[in-house]
């Protein structure tokens, strides 16, 4: 059993370079063994969300539904789960996060870090350097790659600490220090990164101090985004229902999360130059601690 995202996930295997603990598992994963025929008509991965069943297929990987509220995940092995990083990539930070959604909390596409025991987080498109700027403050703790559960506690939104995993590519590995070997690519991925542990990783949830949306562009600059913007930005980097309005009811859960953090969460954009990567990072605490 394996605590993820603050829920104890009981699975039938194994994740390398997690803990292993005992409790009463959130999550419980169980073989899925009847659905060889259904499978056979796709031939590309699909994802259907709602809060009644969430189905995902990764082809050649395995045909996953989620049940009863989050609680229980069947899986349809078209692999060797335990010895295929995609896989193990994919369930952490994304069909532990869509559990966490039929739980009806509140889960986003986000990475980040720990500054002076609270937590900064960014989101953004696909490849805009998320997890690889949240690994570049080095100094600090690493809370989150990719996924990252948060909830309103009084008048703070806190985040819990996802997993230790980071997928970067070999030319951030050497840039940031971590050490890679070549069992550690993640075989399929369309990118060429490596699954690596960070080592600096914070194991407590915090309260949210700052959020930021990352672009890329000629020059760096940090501006505060309107409320409108940032419903919109949420919208897009939160676990919801796929296709959009197909789920009513978890539509409107989402909004009342979103309301609560863009009431309690300062939100800025990001934008950096791809030529400087990590070279304007004391611009960015200065920000967090100044802006």
Avoid at 9 to 26: A, C, E, K, Q, Y
Avoid at 35 to 49: G, I, P, W
Avoid at 213 to 236: A, C, H, M, Q, R
């Amino acid at each position: 059993m394996y605590k993820i995202s603050n829920h104890l996930v009981d699975t039938h295997f194994h994740i390398p370079n997690l803990r292993n603990l005992s409790g009463t598992p959130d999550i419980i994963t169980e073989p899925f063994n009847n659905s060889r025929k259904f499978l056979q008509k796709y031939s590309n991965n699909f994802y259907k969300v709602n809060l009644k069943k969430v189905e995902i297929f990764l082809k050649d990987i395995a045909y996953i539904v989620i049940l009863n509220g989050g609680k229980l995940v069947k899986i349809e092995e078209l692999c060797d789960l335990s010895h295929n990083k995609i896989f193990l990539t994919k369930f952490i930070n994304h069909v532990i996060p869509y559990c966490i959604y039929q739980k009806k909390e509140f889960a986003l596409h986000a990475s980040g870090f720990v500054k002076d025991d609270e937590g900064i987080i960014f989101m953004g498109l696909p490849e805009s350097g998320k997890s690889s700027l949240a690994c570049s403050f080095s100094h600090d703790h690493f809370l989150a790659e990719d996924s990252i559960l948060v909830k309103r506690s009084q008048k703070k939104i806190y985040a819990f600490p996802s997993h230790p995993f980071m997928k970067l590519s070999k030319d951030i590995c050497n840039m940031l220090s971590y050490p890679v070997k070549d069992e550690d690519l993640i075989t399929g991925d369309k990118r060429n990164r490596f699954l690596v542990k960070n080592k600096n990783f914070y194991n407590k949830k915090v309260p949210l101090k700052k959020c930021y949306f990352l672009e890329w562009g000629d020059n760096f600059s940090i501006e505060k985004i309107s409320l409108k913007k940032s419903v919109s930005y949420l919208l897009t980097s939160s676990f919801g229902a796929f296709p959009y309005n197909s789920c009513i009811e978890s539509n409107a859960i989402q909004f009342d999360h979103i309301k609560d953090f863009v009431n309690l969460v300062p939100f800025f954009k990001i934008i950096r130059q791809k030529n400087r990567l990590f070279k304007d990072n004391n611009k960015i605490l200065d920000h967090i601690k100044y802006g």
